[in-house]
Every structure is written in C-alpha cells, then in structure tokens.
C-alpha cells in the first residue's frame, strides 16, 4: 500500500512531537488532572487516600463562628496569603526602578555596557548565594546593613542598636522586599523594556524636538505611550510570578518566620507537602494559587487591551 | 542679527540642559552601580576574612579589606562541603536537562510550525494553556509519582522531569514560524526528507533561537532549588544550590563560619558569571525575543 504524502506528513508530524509529547502527557497533564483529585483527598504519602469530598476548600476558605465572630478555619493560610500580597507591594517600585535605569542606560554614553552587566548581575547568580549574602549582610550582631545604620546614627549623636531586620516581625517583610528590589531592578525587567525602548521610533521625538518639546513632554507623550505594552507586560508577568514566589527567601534566611510573617503561599505549600505530609491540602492551596494566577489573567485580556497603546509602526 | 542672537541663545541653552541631562545620567548610574556592587564586594571581603575576624564589629571602622587575608578558606571549604560532587552533579544534570529540552523541543516545534496533521492546532492551545498553570500544582503529583516510582534521591528524578517543557516549544515554534519557506520547498523539490528539511535546512537556520534556549534552559537548570530540594536526600545526590543550602544547615545551631560561608557562595557563582560574559549578547537577544512574543 502505498501512503499519499499528505498521509505521510501526517505520520512524520505524530513521531516529531511524540518525545515532547509523551513527557508532555506524563509529567504536565496527567499530573494536573491527578492534582485536580487530590485536592478532594487527604493522603500523608504513607497510608492509603481518603475521599474527603470539599472538606480542604472548606477548611480553606471557610468560617465559623466562635464565641459570636466569624473566625477562618485556617487561619495561617490567610496570613500567609496576606503576607504574600504584602510583598507583592514592592512591584510597583521595582518595575519603576527597572524602566528608570532602562531609561539611563539607553543613552548614547560611555561605559553603559559595563553598568548592565553589573545591573545584571543579581538575576545570572543562584539564588541560594544571594539569600546566603544578604543574609549575611542583615545580621543583627555583625551584618554590615546594621554597621552602616548605627554609625550613620552615631554621627549625629544617637547612641543606636542595631535593626533585627530579619527578626523581628515589624523588619522581616521590610528587609525581603528590600532584597527583592535590589534583586529585581536590574534583571529581565530592565532588559525588556530597553528592548522597548529602542523600538519607539526615532522620528517621533524628532518630530517632538522639532515643536519644542522638552524631556519631560517626550517622555510623558511619546515614550510612557510606546513602551506601554512592554510595562503591562512587566507588570503582570510580576504580579504572576508574585503569587508563587518568595520560598527560597524563607527556606535559607526566616524559616518562614518570625511568628510565619515572612510564610508565603509558596512556602506554605512545601511546608504542607514536605514538612507535614498533607498532600491533598496542599493540592488544594496550589489550586488556589492557580485560579487567583487565571482570574488575573483574565482580567488583563478583558481590561489590559484598553490601558495600552499599540503603535502602529 | 537678532535672529542669530536668539538662536545663539538657543543652542545654548540646549547645551547646557544636555550637560544637566548627562550629570543626571551619571549620577543614577553611579548610584545604581554602587548599589549593586557594594553587597558583592562584601561578600568577597568576608569570603578572605578567618572564623575570629568576621566578628569584630567595630562601626567606625569597617573593614572592606581585611587586616589579614584569609586565603585558607577557599582551601577549606572544599573540604567541610563536597562541592567537588555538588559541581559533578550539577554539571550532569544540567546537560543532559538541556539537551534532552532542546532536543525535544525543536522536534515538536518543527511539526507545530510546518507540519499538518489533524488535531495539530488543537495541541499547540494544550500546550500554551498548560504554561499557565502555577509550577507547585504539578509539582505535587509529580513528586508523588516520583515516590511511587521509588526515584526520590536519584538523578533520575532530577533529570526526567524537567526535560520535557512546553515553553521551549512553544519558543522554538515561534521562531521556526518567521523562517522563509523557500529554502525549504527548494530542498523539497531536490527530493529532501522531512527529516533532512529538518536536520540540515531549520536547525541551521536557527543558531540564535537554539542557543537562546540552551542558555535559558541551562540557567534555569542550573540555579532551581525546590525540584531537587524536594528530590534529593543524601549529600551524594545534591546539586549546587541546594548543596550550598546544605552547607547552610551545617550551622543550624551555631554561629555560622561566615566567611567559609561566602567563600562557598562565590565558588558557586563565579563560574555561571564567566560563562555570563562571554555570551551576553544571547541573553540579551533572547529575553527581547521571549519577552516581545511570549
């Protein structure tokens, strides 16, 4: 029997993806559906898993009433969503940070190349080792943060002790967002929007010049409009990635403490899966992560298209 | 005259605002690049100082260079930590992650890009609607399955896994949809395989995409922390972040060695920034070519 080249191709197309695919099937979709079913489950990976119906949503998002008010039924899952959307307050600066030296490197001068790859730095070196530094440098005792600090004081005579950045429940957030920012400003962020940058054609400010506009005109009526694609796409790849982060912060440098201030949702997940065997619970919150992650996303197809400009160029 | 004089003043002024603009330019630079570099040189001061020396805290006097240079800790922490292993172990698991990827990876974005077979459209969408969902939720199962399989603390649960990516492919598939098909029809009609389209007329062409996503895959590898947490149990198995974390741990109850602790962390770094430097120019050209299109 002799195959028609249409029939063919067909045949080539299903053994080129079928190694993608077959990991595909095995390690993304069967374990979404699979993750799907445990959180209808409780399972401690030892004995044998039990159907528990909507029990983990409902001690997830549910109250009940205790001596008259309502009380969460897990009340650290909500701190711990709280203290992620805490940290997620730093974006705004980091995202204004990352255009701000995008904007200065894209000048014609001397030396930017040197600058950016300093910038850059942060974001090529393992994580472990930067959490490890500021770690170091946050210490109460001997951390350099704290040497800076209390001699700044002492120079106009305040006789100071040191912050417990790290310790202390009113600096823990504080600090991570601090390294966050330093982490952040000068990394894939700042790459794309000087990739924006250098996309808004040269014309338009020439045309700008050329009516008498100034820096600050440019700037608010020619470049913020131009790279608006590129800040929304910042932006909600920051808010996305937000949702899942800051584990590795509390794993190496708080524990995820102190009193859970610095737990997020991602750490609360490990901890339920790893530290105390509840892997239908833990399903259950990644699943929450997930529809929050989905709603925003949504949103942004439905609003985002009307907040950005797309040129036309 | 008048005229003249009123551009004169003009262009003067013009000139006076770009000197202004370039003072600006520089002093956030300067500011932005003291910020940067400040933390890393401390931790190069404190990776050369001995156990005692770290903790004399002297505000007046900080010491950016140390009275004495410890050398002796880049000796020794080779010998407290297996880092030797740790780099073994990274190294391989970061290959072969990377090949098995890119490998799989442009085969599938091939048939996605140039290919027609049924249902083809329908699972290029599977596959972008799967890179939404958030890392931990598939996370869980398949440490389970990992367990189940008996793989946990063995490369094969470090590598297996994380070779197969839709991002990859959907990043490939991307790039081999904006190359020209005439080459390909022209080795078409000289009689060429599908295979050979492939092999010798995509792949060629697509030097900058692949390399793009080596060096992404590679990084990604290279510096992921909870997957092989997760994985791995005895020190043979761990891989250099999560060996460095170990070496973190080791101090749990104690006043850390801080500077065999930097020292350690800057032997992890050092090598990934070299390899950084040389091959800045992809790094930059693909986060402009993920960022724009992804």
Aim: proline share 4%; glycine share 8%.
């Amino acid at each position: 029997m002799k195959l028609k080249s249409s029939e063919k191709e067909a045949i080539a197309g299903y053994l080129f993806i079928l190694p993608n695919f077959a990991g595909f099937l095995l390690f993304t979709l069967f374990p979404v559906i699979l993750s799907f079913v445990f959180s209808f489950v409780r399972w401690d990976l030892l004995s044998s898993p039990a159907f528990v119906g909507l029990n983990n949503f409902m001690k997830l998002l549910g109250f009940h009433r205790e001596a008259g008010a309502l009380v969460a039924n897990d009340p650290l899952f909500w701190k711990c969503f709280g203290n992620t959307l805490y940290l997620m307050m730093i974006i705004p600066i980091e995202i204004m940070a990352s255009l701000m030296l995008a904007l200065v490197i894209n000048q014609k001068i001397k030396g930017v190349n040197f600058f950016k790859t300093v910038f850059f730095l942060p974001t090529i070196t393992n994580g472990v080792a930067i959490c490890l530094l500021w770690y170091w440098i946050y210490n109460t005792d001997f951390g350099l943060l704290n040497s800076l600090v209390v001699n700044a004081a002492r120079s106009i005579g305040i006789h100071a002790h040191g912050i417990s950045w790290l310790t202390s429940v009113a600096w823990a957030k504080p600090s991570l967002m601090i390294m966050g920012l330093w982490i952040m400003m000068g990394g894939y962020n700042m790459i794309l929007f000087l990739a924006a940058l250098q996309g808004v054609p040269r014309e338009l400010y020439e045309a700008a010049e050329i009516d008498g506009a100034g820096s600050w005109d440019k700037f608010w009526r020619i470049t913020w409009p131009m790279i608006s694609p590129a800040t929304f796409f910042v932006a909600v790849m920051a808010i996305i990635g937000g949702f899942q982060g800051g584990f590795m912060q509390a794993y190496i440098m708080t524990g995820g403490g102190p009193e859970h201030s610095t737990t997020t949702l991602e750490y609360l997940i490990y901890n339920h899966l790893y530290s105390w065997h509840n892997v239908g619970y833990a399903a259950s919150i990644a699943w929450f992560v997930f529809v929050v992650v989905f709603l925003i996303t949504l949103l942004n197809w439905r609003f985002g298209g009307k907040l950005v400009q797309y040129s036309h160029y | 005259m008048r005229e003249e004089k009123t551009l004169g003043r003009i262009g003067r002024e013009r000139r006076r605002k770009n000197v202004l603009k370039k003072v600006l330019t520089y002093a956030i630079l300067a500011a932005g690049g003291v910020t940067m570099i400040l933390p890393f040189l401390w931790m190069v001061s404190t990776s050369l100082k001995s156990f005692g020396s770290v903790f004399i805290f002297d505000v007046k006097d900080i010491q950016w260079i140390p009275k004495s240079i410890c050398w002796a800790n880049y000796i020794d922490v080779w010998k407290v930590v297996p880092f030797a292993r740790f780099y073994l172990n990274s190294i391989f698991v970061c290959c072969v992650v990377t090949f098995g990827q890119v490998a799989t990876s442009a085969l599938a974005a091939y048939a996605f890009a140039r290919l027609k077979f049924p249902g083809r459209d329908k699972l290029f969408f599977g596959y972008l609607a799967t890179m939404m969902i958030p890392g931990s939720v598939t996370m869980i199962p398949v440490f389970t399955m990992m367990s189940v399989f008996g793989w946990i603390d063995s490369y094969k649960a470090l590598i297996i896994p994380a070779i197969f990516s839709a991002y990859g492919t959907f990043l490939l598939r991307q790039f081999f949809m904006t190359l020209p098909r005439d080459l390909e029809d022209a080795a078409k009609i000289d009689g060429c395989s599908l295979w050979g389209i492939f092999w010798r007329v995509i792949l060629p062409l697509s030097n900058t995409a692949l390399a793009t996503l080596t060096i992404f895959v590679s990084l990604g590898n290279w510096v992921s922390f909870m997957w092989p947490l997760l994985v791995t149990n005895s020190i043979e198995k761990k891989t250099l972040p999560i060996g460095l974390a170990y070496f973190q741990e080791m101090y749990q109850y104690a006043q850390p060695d801080w500077g065999l602790l930097m020292a350690g962390s800057l032997v992890t770094m050092v090598p990934i920034i070299i390899v950084f430097l040389f091959n800045q120019r992809f790094f930059i050209e693909g986060i402009k070519l993920t960022g724009i299109k992804g």
